[in-house]
């Protein structure tokens, strides 16, 4: 939970969610230096991730557009979910925590199907939470206005904000025109919620900096009298696999959504949602990677259970692009749980040019593998990781440099030219309050000694616990 929220004895979730601390950009100071441990052999470990960030955030929105109480198991609990259970409180739902287990949740949405507004929510620096709570707003009894932390003021938020304003909401700008912070007032009500046969309302937004600019849009379009007609009028398409989970979401939840992929248009029908009674989140394969990477960085074995036969995770990806890596992948089953297991051989294959473009927010983790191949990488595609939590490919370049490697940044992407990690050498690693950064540092460490990272406790954006899990990964 975050540092300012808890659940009293009936488990009701109190959020202070303006006053979240938990993962802000801290200064450098030697005290909030962790040292990466290294890896003094190869490894042999099972490492179980929590749920899945992408996953956790839209049942909860999908919850709250429902009408009767929906319990989620698995749900992940770390600053990204807070923040986003801290916005639906904020927004009049109930999250009711089970005392027994905190990763199960009960979401109840208000009585009436209206939103609390004339309230605030904070975004912290969760993309799911500033691009997907916004469209709730047009269902709110008032303006809602919506802040961050002072590194959310940089990430790209107005494709999602003018397809609300198309869609009749108001949004005035307190900063920069187009960021957090801003508040949106919602179009006036006379009964919009039920079909009256009116055509879908067309929306057009360009979508080539975030995916999540069309999944927030989809995640409301069912609410709207006639349902929505989606278009992204952008040359890129990034993280495709989220908008597709997107879909596939909304659907799980009685809606009918379609998606014409080649045209860029989707299409949302009105529909009253409503999740099962119960649902179950996967474990964030793409949280798995820093962990199964490993193995390809030290060598020896590692294992995630409860991989999934199929998903709409972009991190299904992983365990094929760590096989072109060189590992060893496969899916044994042990007592009815699937595992993923990945062995290296501590070499690691580069692997020329490479298109992310459908799974970027896995780049800091491939990119530290990369860092020790056998030949340069060409990561491609991912433009947009320069409107992260921080500017990725900035901050990755910075960083391999400054351990003695050799990257540069490429227009849409990375290129990363392994040198002997006998070249390498420790030194104090920013994570730039991004989880990403903090573990592709770790990830670095492993190999090579006298890392330490400015402050790893930024990793609880989506794992609350990653020191832990690391170095019970390392245990022998
Ligand atoms: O919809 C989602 O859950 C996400 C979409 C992606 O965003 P971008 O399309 O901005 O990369 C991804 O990187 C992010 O971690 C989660
Ligand atoms: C890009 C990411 O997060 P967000 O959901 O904040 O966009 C990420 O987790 O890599």
Known sequence: MGANDSADADGKCHNSNEDDTIGRMSETNNDNLWPAPTADGPLNATVTIPGSKSLSNRYLILAVLGAKPVTLVGLLRSRDTELMMGALSALGVRCDIDPENDTTVTVTPPESGRFSGNVGVYCGLAGTVMRFVPGLALFADAPVRFDGDDQAYARPMQPVLDGLEQLGARVEYHGEHGRLPFTITPPRHDGEQADDGSAAAKVSIDSSGSSQFISGLLLI???????????????????????????????????????????????????????????????????????????????????????????????????????????????????????????????????????????????????????????????????????????????????????????????????????????????????????RMATFAAMIGLAVPGVRIVNVETTRKTLPDFVGMWTGMLER
């Not at 020896?300 to 992983?318: A, D, F």
């Not at 890596?325 to 692997?351: I, K, T």
């Not at 020790?372 to 060409?378: E, Y």
């Open 221 to 435: 379009g069912s609410r709207l009298p006639g349902g929505l007609e989606l278009r992204h009028t952008g040359e890129k398409m990034p993280s495709l696999p989220h908008i597709r989970m997107t879909v596939a979401d909304v659907n799980g939840a009685g809606g009918n959504a379609t998606a014409d992929e080649e045209s860029r248009v989707w299409r949302v029908g009105h529909a009253a949602l409503q999740l099962p009674e119960r649902v179950v989140v996967e474990p964030d394969l793409s949280n798995a990677a820093p962990f199964l990477g490993a193995a390809l960085i030290a060598g020896g074995t590692v294992r995630v259970p409860h991989w999934p036969v199929e998903t709409t995770q972009p991190g299904g990806l992983l365990p094929g692009y760590l096989e072109r890596m060189g590992a060893r992948v496969s899916f044994p089953e042990e007592d009815g749980v699937r595992y993923c297991e990945v062995s290296g051989d501590g070499h690691v294959h580069g692997l020329g040019d490479f298109d992310l473009t459908a799974a970027g927010e896995i780049a800091p983790s491939l990119a530290a593998i990369l860092a020790f191949a056998d030949a340069p990488t060409r990561m491609l595609g991912i433009g947009h990781l320069r409107g992260h939590e921080t500017n990725r490919l900035e901050a990755l370049v910075t960083e391999i440099t400054r351990i003695g490697g050799e990257a540069r940044e490429l227009e849409d992407g990375i290129e990363i030219t392994p040198v002997p990690v006998e070249r390498l050498h420790g030194e104090v690693m920013e994570s730039y309050a991004d989880h």
